[in-house]
């Protein structure tokens, strides 16, 4: 996985890695079952526990930060056993709601029994593409890592604080959405609803754009704003802000095809065929490989991360293709009035970005962090109101974006 800490002079940082290796493998346990859980939570229109629980990983590393790391030889390792106490939360509360509704698993050791079931073989042969498909995405992750570990020191952080921003908006949003709309479009195929299939759809990819645009803009237009107000501190220089910009700015090409492609994958799942997006990933793969091949050499770390995003705009398209060719879905009258509509404020918004980013001096600032935030969320408030406010003038209203319609 990151073979470029194998080098004599790197030993500390290799044993630091296998140390919180060890510690957190246990997690995988603990994701599983809280994955199992959210399944069933979500199924049952139970959206709110599986969307709040991952708020309580963020509270055990925050925590262990704080209070564990000055007792500890490498504070680093407060982290991984952050990540633990984190994991064991989650999963409690996700039992309990399942409690709640008389669902906890019925434990027994006649594993012939649950093997025998016919449901319990039809997942498993819907499992063995899904798994292939899942571990695509971590083969291409683990990869990405072990070629950064080659490069500048520092590389597999920056790479990292950008893919924090990145996954920002993608699980705000894309999965989000994507969550709510597999039960919904289940339920729409099974009962033979082809027209509220697409609608459903339709109204998904129009809230992507709608909210999505926005996010990329931001990401590739005031990136050093967002980089310096949250991570420019301590020992995160200036230089690892610059650096860390550049794969903001990287990532923020293939936002959109990641929102998408949670939703569109969503579309081929409900209709119980989990293979046709495996094989669009492993393409994939292929290709964001091959990507790599070009860019590291021209851009480094920011490569990396240009080559995922060119792969996962190219998954989307690809989503969208089959779905419109094997005559699943068909867009719905009025996109371009839609596209006519929301093009003034997205000007409007490019310019206000624009702005900020030419106008302040985002690192300069890190001598005033105080006010550096201060201006960030005036900036962002004045965002928000350069691109809804146009929105509402042009017709936009509130239940454009909670429901389809």
């Known amino acids: 996985m990151a073979s470029g800490m194998r080098a004599a002079e790197r030993q500390s940082e290799f044993e630091a890695a296998v140390w919180m290796t060890r510690v957190m493998f246990p997690y995988i346990v603990c994701m599983s079952l809280v994955a199992f859980a959210s399944g069933v939570l979500n199924t049952w229109s139970r959206f709110a526990v599986p969307a709040f629980t991952p708020i309580l990983l963020n509270l055990s590393m925050i925590g262990a930060s704080l209070f564990l790391a000055s007792y500890l030889d490498t504070p680093i390792y407060a982290l991984a056993i952050g990540v633990m106490v984190g994991g064991i939360l989650q999963l409690t509360v996700q039992w309990k709601a399942l409690a709640s509704l008389e669902l906890l698993p019925r434990y027994s050791l006649s594993v012939g029994q649950a093997w025998g079931d016919p449901t319990v073989k039809r997942i498993m042969r819907q499992m063995l593409p899904a798994i292939l498909g899942v571990s695509v995405a971590q083969i291409s992750l ?150 790599n091949l070009l860019f590291v050499p021209l851009f480094a770390h920011a490569g990396l991360a240009l080559s995922i995003g060119i792969g996962a705009t190219f998954n989307a398209c690809a989503l969208l293709y089959l779905l419109h060719k094997r005559g699943i879905y068909a867009p719905r009258p009025g996109w371009p009035a839609f596209a006519a509509k929301l093009l003034p404020a997205l000007l409007l918004l490019g310019l206000c970005l624009w702005a900020s980013q030419h106008y302040i001096d985002w690192i300069a600032l890190g001598e005033h962090p105080a006010i550096r935030l201060l201006y960030l969320g005036a900036m962002l408030i004045a965002c928000a109101f350069a691109y809804f406010v146009p929105l509402f003038i042009c017709g936009f209203r509130l239940r454009h974006f909670t429901r389809p319609g």
Not at 171 to 184: D, E, N, R, S, Y
Not at 269 to 281: C, L
């Open 142 to 291: 683990l990869i990405n890592t072990n070629i950064a570990t080659w490069l500048q020191a520092g590389s597999v952080t920056w790479l990292s604080f950008a893919d924090r921003l990145m996954e920002f908006p993608t699980a705000l949003l894309g999965v989000a959405l994507g969550t709510v709309l597999l039960p919904k479009l289940s339920a729409a195929y099974a009962s033979g609803e082809r027209g509220e299939y697409a609608q459903l759809l339709d109204w998904g990819l129009r809230t992507v754009i709608l909210l999505g645009v926005p996010c990329a803009m931001a990401l590739a237009l005031v990136s050093d704003a967002l980089v310096a107000s949250l991570f420019h501190y301590g020992a995160f220089a200036a230089a690892d802000v610059e650096q860390t910009r550049l794969a903001v700015g990287a990532y923020s090409v293939g936002l959109l095809g990641l929102l998408a492609i949670k939703i569109l994958a969503p579309a081929f799942y409900a209709r119980q065929d989990i293979k046709t997006p495996v094989r669009i990933a492993i393409v994939v793969l292929v290709l964001t490989q091959i990507l």
